[in-house]
């Protein structure tokens, strides 16, 4: 099958090139990108309102244009102390693999990151391995990509960072993490379930007039929002807010512990903790987007400039990052009730997670019927032995002997006490 080049270069002024996405994957991304943005707008207050396709006069960015605040205030990434997969440079991985359809006939016996975006413009096109991803190849775990102790950078996997103009004075700086492998949640001891090849995580720092406002995580149950001063800063730098990486699921947390999600009574939990500390603002792919066209920024590194267009229009793919879920009759294939599937669909790229959002959640859990886009105030500690705080608002703070502080909290736990303390105080 030969595939027919959509792709359009274009000269921009700030000695970039750019390319467009089509109409159809721009209607998507901007498809998504409505709900309540009144509520988020009257969280504001005084502040103007975003844009997300400002005018020229709204517009505080040239393409291309990556501002230094965006780098001055990335937020540093605690991996998990015995993670097992890796960051991953995305132009090695896809050296891995074929193009094919979902229905498994091949498009491309060999990919590249340079051709990568002449694939067809489909959500229905996979990435799928060449050899068995199954037994964790080098490629899979990205066991050598650990980040330097001098400086954070991980030298072979730069992260990708979108800078879109929301007008006004308003910037979002998306930091999007790759990972080659997503190792699932196990369920009361069994698993691995929803593990999936290919992991794009990603988290966005919202500026207005060159300040941070907000930080927003991608994890389940949709992510969370904070406030900038809430989240903990890095030490050395009190600029650049601290996020952590769960084990396997890459899913970002604002604190270490455990984290429930999507099933009650903790059956399902991610993991974070103090581990390597990754700063990905010291090897990062920079680009602006428009919600038309991808533009190559130039990098604040200096011995970064010009790879992002060596690596050139990859972000236009729109198919999977990972094989498709493999069938039931594959013996690497399992199924649980409550798991789901061993091993699903490798997720979809960057430009596919609602960039253009006015709200700083990307999407809503489907029992969020009102699409609250709740930005928090304070910290949420996670849970268990590893937690660092407490989440039961401040109300018992102040109580001492601590045991008896302890004895209160566990009396109020699971009841609706904590839960309303959190709503009101979190
Ligand atoms: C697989 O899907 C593609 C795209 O939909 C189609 O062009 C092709 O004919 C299909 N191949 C088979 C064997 O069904
Ligand atoms: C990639 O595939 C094309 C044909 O689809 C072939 O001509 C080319 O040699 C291959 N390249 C590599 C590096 O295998």
């Known amino acids: 099958m030969l595939w027919i080049p959509v792709l359009t270069w274009?000269?921009?002024?700030?000695?970039?090139?750019?390319?467009?996405?089509?109409d159809s994957s721009f209607q998507k991304v901007l498809g998504d990108s409505s709900s309540r943005l009144d509520d988020?707008?009257?969280?504001?207050?005084?502040?103007?309102?975003?844009?997300?396709?400002?005018?020229?006069?709204?517009?505080?960015?040239?393409?291309?244009?990556?501002?230094?605040?965006?780098?001055?205030?990335?937020?540093?990434?605690?991996?998990?102390?015995?993670?097992?997969?890796?960051?991953?440079?995305i132009a090695s991985f896809v050296e891995n693999f074929k193009a094919t359809w979902g229905n498994g006939s091949v498009i491309a016996e060999n990919v590249s990151i340079d051709t990568l975006g002449d694939l067809p413009n489909s959500d229905d096109v996979y990435l799928t391995s060449l050899t068995d991803f199954d037994a964790d190849?080098?490629?899979?775990?990205?066991?050598?990509?650990?980040?330097?102790?001098?400086?954070?950078?991980?030298?072979?996997?730069?992260a990708t960072l979108v800078v879109v103009d929301k007008g006004n004075g308003w910037v979002d700086a998306f930091w999007f993490y790759f990972y080659s492998f997503n190792l699932g949640p196990y369920v009361m001891g069994a698993?691995?379930?929803?593990?999936?090849?290919?992991d794009w995580e990603h988290s966005l720092v919202r500026f207005y007039n060159g300040k941070p406002q907000i930080v927003w995580m991608s994890a389940h149950g949709g992510g969370a929002a904070f406030k900038y001063e809430a989240m903990e800063k890095y030490a050395?730098?009190?600029?650049?807010?601290?996020?952590?990486?769960?084990?396997?699921?890459?899913?970002?947390?604002?604190?270490?512990?455990?984290?429930?999600?999507?099933?009650?009574?903790?059956?399902?939990?991610?993991?974070?903790?103090?581990g390597e500390l990754w700063n990905p603002s010291r090897n990062y792919l920079g680009y602006t987007f428009d919600g038309i066209n991808v533009f190559y920024a130039q990098n604040w590194n200096r011995q970064h400039q010009?790879?992002?267009?060596?690596?050139?229009?990859?972000?236009?793919f729109s198919g999977h990052w990972g094989d498709a879920e493999i069938p039931m009759s594959d013996p690497r294939q399992k199924y649980?009730?409550?798991?789901?599937?061993?091993?699903?669909?490798?997720?979809?790229?960057?430009?596919?997670?609602?960039?253009?959002?006015?709200?700083?959640?990307?999407?809503?859990?489907?029992?969020?019927?009102?699409?609250?886009?709740?930005i928090r105030h304070n910290l949420h500690f996670g849970i268990g032995v590893e937690s660092e705080g407490y989440n039961c608002g401040a109300i018992f703070d102040w109580v001492r002997p601590r045991w008896l502080k302890s004895v209160l909290d566990k009396l109020t736990w699971g009841g609706v006490l904590c839960f309303v303390a959190d709503l009101i105080g979190g």
């Not at 698993?191 to 290919?198: I, K």
């Open 306 to 316: 010009g790879r992002e267009k060596k690596y050139g229009h990859w972000l236009k």
């Open 191 to 198: 698993g691995p379930y929803g593990n999936h090849v290919g």
């Open 137 to 158: 190849p080098d490629w899979i775990t990205g066991k050598h990509n650990h980040p330097s102790l001098i400086d954070g950078s991980i030298k072979e996997a730069p």
């Open 10 to 22: 274009a000269s921009a002024a700030s000695a970039s090139l750019s390319f467009s996405i089509d």
């Open 40 to 89: 988020f707008a009257s969280s504001l207050g005084h502040l103007p309102p975003i844009n997300p396709n400002p005018s020229p006069q709204e517009r505080t960015l040239k393409d291309g244009e990556i501002p230094r605040y965006c780098i001055d205030f990335a937020p540093l990434v605690h991996l998990y102390s015995e993670e097992r997969y890796m960051p991953y440079d």
């Open 236 to 274: 050395i730098d009190q600029r650049h807010p601290i996020i952590f990486s769960a084990t396997g699921t890459h899913a970002n947390y604002a604190s270490v512990g455990q984290f429930p999600h999507d099933l009650p009574y903790n059956i399902l939990c991610d993991f974070t903790d103090r």
């Open 336 to 374: 649980n009730f409550i798991g789901g599937h061993k091993y699903i669909d490798g997720p979809t790229g960057p430009l596919s997670k609602n960039l253009l959002r006015s709200v700083p959640c990307e999407r809503h859990k489907w029992w969020n019927v009102f699409g609250v886009c709740r």
